[in-house]
T-cell receptor
Framework: GAVVSQHPSRVICKSGTSVKIECRSLDFQATTMFWYRQFPKKSLMLMATSNEGSKATYEQGVEKDKFLINHASLTLSTLTVTSAHPEDSSFYICSASSPARSTTDTQYFGPGTRLTVL | GQQVMQIPQYQHVQEGEDFTTYCNSS?????IQWYKQRPGGHPVFLIQLVKSGEVKKQKRLTFQFGEAKKNSSLHITATQTTDVGTYFCAGLSGSARQLTFGSGTQLTVLP
């Protein structure tokens, strides 16, 4: 149980285009989803926290107009990278948690999306 | 803000040797979690520690949470090639539900 999927797993796009990444909790309802960014051989950096039905909370330094997050349902959150540039190239990972699933705030991670902006 | 430091950044060991990674938080944690990320993969939850001084074992892995709840360690006994990957600690403090990840320790096990 506790499966989180991400789509697409890999995307290559041209500079200036927008890219949408989906994160789904497949077998549980995720009240909270988190979006991370990971550079090669680096740690996970939290970008934003989203709760179903409310606006996402962005970490300091993360542009909310560039990284649009929508958490429309208890099983789906989307991250849209708008007007992507080469410096946005990275590995984007989502995670999901639910008090019903775990009383200890365990986060279940998706497989990640590797974004390359040409 | 909260910071979680992890050392060492890299560790190469011969198969059969032991391995330890250490984690230190700038603030007192309500709990600490450990994750393993295989090369090319995503983080996978290993364990969570909640109580001061807590020690938990999973086969060859031993996890400790410091008395002050600001540090933690992961010890692997007799490493195997399947232990290869990056081990991250992640701390939760206060009422926040956000994890702050350590920088990770990349373990290489030489056969």
């Amino acid at each position: 149980g506790a499966v989180v999927s991400q789509h697409p797993s890999r995307v290559i796009c041209k500079s200036g285009t927008s890219v949408k990444i989906e994160c789904r909790s497949l077998d549980f309802q995720a009240t909270t989803m988190f979006w991370y960014r990971q550079f090669p051989k680096k740690s996970l950096m939290l970008m934003a926290t989203s709760n179903e039905g409310s606006k996402a909370t962005y970490e300091q330094g993360v542009e909310k107009d560039k990284f649009l997050i929508n958490h429309a349902s208890l099983t789906l959150s989307t991250l849209t990278v708008t007007s992507a540039h080469p410096e946005d190239s990275s590995f984007y990972i989502c995670s999901a948690s639910s008090p019903a699933r775990s009383t200890t705030d365990t986060q279940y991670f998706g497989p990640g999306t590797r974004l390359t902006v040409l | 803000g909260q910071q979680v430091m992890q050392i060492p950044q890299y560790q190469h060991v011969q198969e059969g040797e032991d391995f330890t990674t250490y984690c230190n938080s700038s603030t007192t944690l309500s709990n600490i979690q450990w994750y393993k990320q295989r090369p090319g993969g995503h983080p996978v939850f290993l364990i969570q520690l909640v109580k001061s001084g807590e020690v938990k074992k999973q086969k060859r892995l031993t996890f400790q949470f410091g008395e002050a709840k600001k540090n933690s360690s992961l010890h692997i006994t007799a490493t195997q090639t399947t232990d290869v990957g990056t081990y991250f600690c992640a701390g939760l403090s206060g009422s926040a539900r956000q994890l702050t990840f350590g920088s990770g320790t990349q373990l290489t096990v030489l056969p």
